[in-house]
């Protein structure tokens, strides 16, 4: 756990010595998804607030991942293995427009619209040099072509895949939600919501060929102290598995995510947050099954109803499943 022990710490350096106990109004996790190359076109359970959006009111979102997936199972590190079993490395954007609308008290719905991209990218300098100042694995980067795009392998009755020429941009798969908050405990207990949300097959280019996907989350917050508020959630999710493109996916996965947010100042929120999958893909050659990460995020209130959020992930414990490193900016209009 020293990596997740040194994350806290970042996020924790800018923060004021002597934080500000008067009851700063709670944020809640960012919406963060994985954007994993083969993570990054299916559906995913993001961190949320049970807290909905207030009756009558819209809240819009807009936001940017850029994040680098770099994970291999080969007999040697390098470009000359004897044997390849998978080599995923490249770089991912992901720009989406999110929009809510309060219907009553306790419910409200929403709908995301992505535009995703993928390329070999320019990360691979930056993370390594990060791997070195944090102390962390390097995965054998150095031994691989830098900057490269490949996603390409073997499947578990010895066919070859490969994703090499899929670069570029397009439409990812519309997603719509609806929120219910079942109990509100305002500020002094526990705040229960069911989150239903939708995967529409609207993918265009490279995002194309995914099947229609449903999901379902438990949402729970609760307030700690006057600054600090736990989140967490249990759900599932299920999804047309394809193939695609060579690569057929589990048709039903579980997910769950655990979130500490610290308010040292009233305008300030820092949120810790780790996020957990059960297995993605069903049939490359020994690729594993557990998905979990680490998003570190600081939301700022930059005007009366404007929000900044600006992020970053690490793996946790194993680069061969998640985004190995991802960057994060958001731009909030709320009620």
């Given at each position: 756990?020293?990596?997740?022990?040194?994350?806290?710490?970042?996020?924790?350096?800018?923060?004021?010595?002597?934080?500000?106990?008067?009851?700063?109004?709670?944020?809640?996790?960012?919406?963060?998804?994985?954007?994993?190359?083969?993570?990054?076109?299916?559906?995913?359970?993001?961190?949320?607030?049970?807290?909905?959006?207030?009756?009558?009111?819209?809240?819009?979102?807009?936001?940017?991942?850029?994040?680098?997936?770099?994970?291999?199972?080969?007999?040697?590190?390098?470009?000359?293995?004897?044997?390849?079993?998978?080599?995923?490395?490249?770089?991912?954007?992901?720009?989406?427009?999110?929009?809510?609308?309060?219907?009553?008290?306790?419910?409200?719905?929403?709908?995301?619209?992505?535009?995703?991209?993928?390329?070999?990218?320019?990360?691979?300098?930056?993370?390594?040099?990060?791997?070195?100042?944090?102390?962390?694995?390097?995965?054998?980067?150095?031994?691989?072509?830098?900057?490269?795009?490949?996603?390409?392998?073997?499947?578990?009755?010895?066919?070859?895949?490969s994703w090499?020429?899929?670069?570029?941009?397009?439409?990812?798969?519309?997603e719509i939600?609806?929120?219910?908050?079942?109990?509100d405990g305002?500020?002094?207990?526990?705040?229960?919501?069911?989150?239903?949300?939708?995967?529409?097959?609207?993918?265009?280019?490279?995002?194309?060929?995914?099947?229609?996907?449903?999901?379902?989350?438990?949402?729970?917050?609760?307030?700690?102290?006057?600054?600090?508020?736990?989140?967490?959630?249990?759900?599932?999710?299920?999804?047309?598995?394809?193939?695609?493109?060579?690569?057929?996916?589990?048709?039903?996965?579980?997910?769950?995510?655990?979130?500490?947010?610290?308010?040292?100042?009233?305008?300030?929120?820092?949120?810790?947050?780790?996020?957990?999958?059960?297995?993605?893909?069903?049939?490359?050659?020994?690729?594993?099954?557990?998905?979990?990460?680490?998003?570190?995020?600081?939301?700022?209130?930059?005007?009366?109803?404007?929000?900044?959020?600006?992020?970053?992930?690490?793996?946790?414990?194993?680069?061969?499943?998640?985004?190995?490193?991802?960057?994060?900016?958001?731009?909030?209009?709320?009620?």
């Amino acid at each position: 756990m020293s990596r997740l022990a040194l994350l806290l710490a970042l996020a924790a350096a800018p923060a004021a010595a002597q934080p500000d106990l008067t009851a700063a109004p709670s944020r809640g996790p960012t919406e963060i998804r994985d954007a994993h190359l083969l993570a990054q076109p299916r559906l995913t359970l993001p961190a949320l607030s049970p807290h909905t959006t207030r009756r009558g009111a819209w809240d819009f979102q807009v936001s940017a991942l850029w994040a680098n997936s770099f994970s291999w199972e080969q007999d040697v590190a390098g470009e000359e293995p004897k044997t390849r079993r998978f080599l995923i490395d490249g770089e991912a954007l992901v720009l989406d427009a999110r929009l809510r609308r309060g219907l009553t008290h306790n419910l409200d719905v929403g709908v995301r619209v992505p535009v995703q991209g993928r390329n070999g990218g320019t990360l691979d300098d930056f993370i390594d040099w990060w791997h070195r100042v944090a102390h962390l694995p390097d995965g054998d980067r150095p031994f691989f072509r830098q900057d490269a795009f490949r996603v390409e392998g073997l499947t578990t009755d010895g066919t070859a895949f490969s994703w090499n020429d899929q670069t570029g941009f397009g439409l990812g798969d519309v997603e719509i939600d609806a929120r219910w908050r079942v109990r509100d405990g305002a500020r002094s207990s526990a705040s229960v919501a069911v989150v239903a949300r939708a995967s529409l097959p609207t993918g265009t280019g490279p995002f194309d060929g995914n099947g229609a996907g449903g999901g379902a989350q438990l949402v729970l917050g609760a307030p700690l102290s006057p600054s600090f508020d736990l989140y967490a959630a249990a759900g599932l999710t299920a999804q047309d598995p394809g193939p695609v493109r060579g690569v057929l996916y589990e048709p039903a996965r579980a997910h769950g995510f655990l979130a500490l947010e610290w308010r040292p100042w009233q305008r300030l929120s820092l949120v810790a947050e780790t996020n957990a999958a059960s297995r993605l893909v069903e049939n490359i050659d020994g690729y594993p099954g557990l998905h979990w990460i680490v998003n570190v995020t600081g939301r700022l209130d930059i005007g009366r109803r404007t929000r900044l959020d600006l992020g970053f992930t690490e793996n946790l414990l194993s680069q061969l499943t998640t985004t190995d490193f991802a960057l994060y900016v958001g731009f909030g209009i709320r009620p």
